[in-house]
Nanobody, 120 residues
Framework: QVQLVESGGGSVQAGVSLRLSCRSN?????MAWFRQSPGSEREAVAYSNSAGWSTYADSVKGRFTISKDSAKNTLYLQMNSLKPEDTAMYYC?????????????????WGQGTQVTVSS
């Protein structure tokens, strides 16, 4: 049974930083962070493949960093200079599906989400 468990969300003021964590028992996978706010579609935020290559949505490029600690089987999302528009439920995803990293269908496994709320 593959499990992804996110943590690290919270309510913060604009401009500060948060680090999200995703513990997994599934190490050989491409992994990503998505987010979804009420009334909006789920949006791909950051992606890291099994070779360590990473990419980001334009909306977070330069502010967010995705990283992995293989020894701890943990995926991180360092979020700096947070903005109110970053407010969303953040989900960790893992899988080996084909297709664009932005597509939810690429991922077989999802965490339960962690809420990030940024106030101005």
């Amino acid at each position: 049974q593959v499990q992804l468990v996110e943590s690290g969300g919270g309510s913060v003021q604009a401009g500060v930083s948060l680090r999200l964590s995703c513990r997994s028992n599934y190490s050989r996978a491409c992994m990503a962070w998505f987010r979804q706010s009420p009334g909006s579609e789920r949006e791909a935020v950051a992606y890291s493949n099994s070779a360590g290559w990473s990419t980001y949505a334009d909306s977070v490029k330069g502010r967010f960093t995705i990283s992995k600690d293989s020894a701890k089987n943990t995926l991180y999302l360092q979020m700096n200079s947070l903005k109110p528009e970053d407010t969303a439920m953040y989900y960790c995803a893992a899988g080996l599906g084909a297709g664009s990293w932005r597509e939810s269908s690429k991922y077989n496994y999802w965490g339960q989400g962690t809420q990030v709320t940024v106030s101005s």
